[in-house]
């Protein structure tokens, strides 16, 4: 039994506690998320969600509109090229980074959709990037149905399929 003043505030100055709290979970991505990760994964494929209501293609895929709160059924294939709409780099170092930096994530809206995926940049000089420029999905050979299963996104050479 805890004693009746074992939760006592001691006083009403704020105090701070350095430390780390580990809560180990699992995230369940639900029906949509698993359904654009399979086929990611098993066929290369990129899957939006189309609002038949409000006519737009979102990239991700989404359960439900932000416009008009419509539940989304209409599976869409965009893609694997689009256009880079905005970008950054991170210099720095943090262990969330899928890979060693300079590290760029780019905003891609690919052919199709109507929203913008971020993802990584690659195959390309942070001085050679520009805003409207084409860009295509890099694979990884050995995908795992996450969305690293796209190594990254390079500029779309001429004879490759570009503008």
Known sequence: MIREDYWKIVSGDPMVVKGRIVMPYRYFQ????????????DHQRLLGMRCDRC??????????????????????????????????????PLRIHPIKEPITYGIIRLDGADTGLVHLVGEVERRELKI?????????QKREGNILDIKYFRPVETGRGGD
């Open 30 to 41: 639900g029906r949509t998320a698993s359904h654009f990760y399979v086929e990611l994964r």
């Open 55 to 92: 006519s737009v293609t979102f990239m991700p895929p989404r359960d439900m509109c932000p416009k008009c709160f419509s539940r989304l059924n209409t599976w869409r294939e965009v893609g694997p090229a689009g256009v880079l709409e905005t970008w950054t780099t991170a210099s720095y």
């Open 132 to 140: 409207g420029m084409r860009v295509e999905a890099v694979f990884k």
